[in-house]
């Protein structure tokens, strides 16, 4: 399965972008806030730093050795480098991991689409919060309309990435990552600025440790693995297109931070603004819809047209920074199919695409019609949520810290992060021990924790 000819990002900054591409999108934006927002904030917020240092960056580092050394997607991977052991499976594991995560990611990210439009045509002038709630419900629980943005979006997804890795997902990473910064920046600071926002800012910042519990702990985890995209290959199958001169522990630094930034500046936008207009920080999968629209009235009432282009800006990038997520996760098992079983890339494609549209279906209507047809007493659109971010996700990532720690020859590792010895990587000696002790024993006490061992 060795390929030669594989193609490389063009650049050191490409393959930081593309990177950064996967991990920005709607789990910092969406679901950040409202799993904070659920899981009381700020201590919350403490305890995911910690995962991201004590798992994100070990196993992000890890997922790109795997990537670069088998030079093939996650399906392959283990097969190259562990050829003839069960290691296999979790390269299998994480192609279908990142198949359901799509089934319900596209959703949201269709809904993206439906607020592009309402911002578009002044939908969010002269409502109030109870407006913007009334708004949501009625899109999100609509038969049809939600469903019409998922099909745009997965079609939208899938033309980028039968383009290509080069021309579809570099390219765009480039200019759209830059431009979502500086929004998100903009409406925090305005977000902070509106009466009332001091109790959302003390509940970001101000932890009440005596409220954590196991539940906090594994969606704290859960979260890491999923914003940092990890736990499913999707890193490592970039890392397969990345070339002998990409740095793999600061590029892993650079994208966890600015991941970690994007998402630290959501919980900024959202919380005060959620306390100043008196919505629950623990609306849920809803709290971006329902929350932001009223930032754009609000702190900008006396300027109405620069609230119009914000809220469109903001959605347009938003549904952007969605979009280079879900052509990384769809790109795992469509290199999957195309590795393995010899298919082109637009069979490949045009298999997972279908896929996706029959889970994301089922998915949307759960939050409206099917909303009880339920599995171990979750909907459709939660369960899948819940079984991949918070149980397959840390799997998948424990597997791989464990294959880099312990199985892979130890040579090859110092290789690849030294690359070939060019660099110093001082960091060496304490990303081992931690990969080795710290990360598959702090995600198995977790689980433990859920599952009241202790
Ligand atoms: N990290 C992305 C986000 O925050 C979503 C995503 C892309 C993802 N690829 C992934 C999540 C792989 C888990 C695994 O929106």
Redesign the pocket.
Request: contains cysteine; neutral net charge.
């Given at each position: 399965m060795q390929q030669n000819h594989r193609v490389n990002f063009g650049s050191k900054l490409g393959a930081i972008l593309a990177a950064a591409g996967?991990?920005?999108?709607?789990?910092?934006?969406?679901?950040?806030p409202y799993e904070a927002g659920n899981h009381g904030g700020a201590a919350f917020i403490c305890i995911y730093l910690a995962c991201v240092f004590a798992f994100g960056l070990p196993i992000m580092i890890s997922e790109f050795i795997i990537g670069r050394r088998s030079k093939a997607s996650t399906g392959e991977a283990y097969n190259v480098l562990a050829p003839q052991t069960h290691w296999k499976w979790v390269g299998y594991m994480g192609v279908l991991?990142?198949f359901l995560?799509l089934g319900y990611?596209a959703v949201v990210a269709g809904w993206t689409l439906e607020y592009i439009l309402q911002a578009a045509i002044g939908g969010f002038s002269g409502k109030d919060a109870k407006g913007f709630i009334r708004m949501f419900t009625d899109f999100s629980q609509h038969p049809v309309r939600p469903l019409i943005w998922l099909y745009v979006f997965v079609l939208f997804t899938h033309f980028v990435i039968v383009k290509g890795v080069k021309n579809g997902i570099e390219r765009s990473s480039k200019v759209l990552m830059p431009l979502l910064f500086i929004l998100v920046i903009l409406l925090a600071a305005c977000s902070i600025t509106l009466p009332g926002a001091e109790r959302g800012v003390e509940f970001l910042l101000k932890p009440d440790f005596s409220k954590v519990d196991g539940d906090v702990f594994l969606g704290a985890m859960g979260q890491a693995?999923?914003?940092?995209?990890?736990?499913?290959?999707?890193?490592s199958t970039y890392a397969s297109y990345f070339s002998r001169e990409t740095r793999l522990g600061a590029t892993a630094i650079s994208v966890g931070l600015i991941?970690t930034f994007v998402?630290i500046l959501a919980g900024l936008i959202i919380f005060p603004a959620a306390f100043a207009v008196g919505i629950q920080p623990d609306a849920g999968p809803s709290l971006i819809f329902i929350t932001l629209p009223n930032v754009f009235q609000q702190a900008f009432s006396g300027f109405p047209v620069l609230a119009y282009v914000c809220a469109v800006a903001f959605y347009v990038l938003l549904a952007m920074?969605?979009l280079t997520?879900?052509i990384?996760?769809h790109e795992?098992p469509t290199a999957f199919l195309h590795e393995k079983f010899g298919f082109t890339r637009g069979k490949s494609a045009r298999i997972v695409t279908g896929g996706i549209l029959v889970v994301g279906t089922a998915s949307s209507l759960a939050l409206g019609d099917w909303s009880d047809v339920t599995l171990f007493g979750k909907n459709i659109f939660d369960a899948l949520d819940y079984f991949?971010?918070k149980i397959m996700?840390p799997v998948g990532g424990m597997m791989a810290a464990v294959f880099v720690g312990w199985v892979l020859d130890r040579q090859v590792v110092r290789d690849e992060v030294t690359n070939g010895g060019v660099l110093k990587a001082p960091y060496y000696g304490v990303f081992l021990f931690v990969l080795r002790y710290l990360t598959p024993i702090g995600i198995l006490a977790i689980f433990l924790n859920e599952l009241g061992c202790f």
């Open positions: 996967s991990a920005v999108g709607l789990g910092n934006v969406w679901r950040f991991t990142g995560i990611y693995f999923f914003s940092m995209s990890l736990g499913m290959g999707c890193l991941d998402a920074a969605a997520s879900t990384s996760l795992v991949t971010a996700l």
